[in-house]
């Protein structure tokens, strides 16, 4: 079945990590033997090839590129200039895969048709289409930049990361979004850009709903009832996303899955994180939507962690399709698991791309 993942961070992995997304996992992997500079080395499980092979053929991709202020210890650029500086080598990234062959970008309605028809046919390495998200908005400089960045197909942006940001508090942080996250609010409803709500502490949520009246979505969110950190959402909230149209990409990060893991001890075996988790997260957005139009799949796999942080049953991006398995296994029908594994997040960009 052709998935659409709605969160892969593919450039920070190239840029950050240097790994070259051309290459097989075990490649990737048997390059990364004895690296300790970052967690997860030797881990990986996303490579391009392994999109090809578990039919991935479209996602949302992310540029990522935190800017902190002078009394904040999170890692970050020193300035909005030197993170948006950033972006752009990863942005020059993706391009570079696009003239290879590699990838797509898609950036409106009539190229997402005519990716979706190639994917159809039984031509051989197929590239990977990808729309351009921005996870985190401190490297627009100043608001005129997002014009810059949807010039350059930028199709999706989440206000903030972690910790506070410039135009709206993130994940372990507390606060609002302030004038600048209103101005930034107007911006992206006149460009016509997607909102992505992931990341965004709860006042900061509540918050934007007030300001924001565009199309929204969380790419890569689970459920605070079934893990209780403020990371995920509220059946409240989700409820929320999903009167406004909008849909869920559940997540695998093993944290975000098992309500007992803990950072750096627990494993995937010992705390028995696996696809089930996957399955009750989806299950529950759909019992709260009375429906299976609103959640789909936003894998965040190569999202600075690998097997070591990930469902026991997954080695690669390939065993998304076992999804489908479980979901039929669940009692969900055909339909409904094609449209959680695709439909609904690409219905959701026919419906919103000019
Ligand atoms: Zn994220």
Redesign the pocket.
Known sequence: MFIFDA?LDLSMNAMDWNRDLTWSIEEIRKSELGLTDKPGRGNNTVSLEAMRKGNIGLCMATQIARYVHKDNTLPGWKSSHQAWAHTQGQLAWYKSMEEAGEMVQITNKTQLDAHLALWKTDKEKKPIGYLLSL?GADSIVDISYLQKAYDSGLRAIGPA?YGPGTYAHGTNSIGGIGAKGRELLKEIERLGIILDV??LCDLSFWETMVNYDGPLWAS?NNCRALVNHHRQFTDEQLKEIIDRKGVIGVVLDAWMMSPTWERGVSTPQSANVSLQQIIDNIDHICQLAGNANHVGIGS?LD?GFGTEQGPADVDTIADLQKITRLLEYRGYTQPDIENIMNGNFINFLKRNLK
Do not use: Y
């Open positions: 969160h996870e990361h992931t990341h890569h965040d999202g």
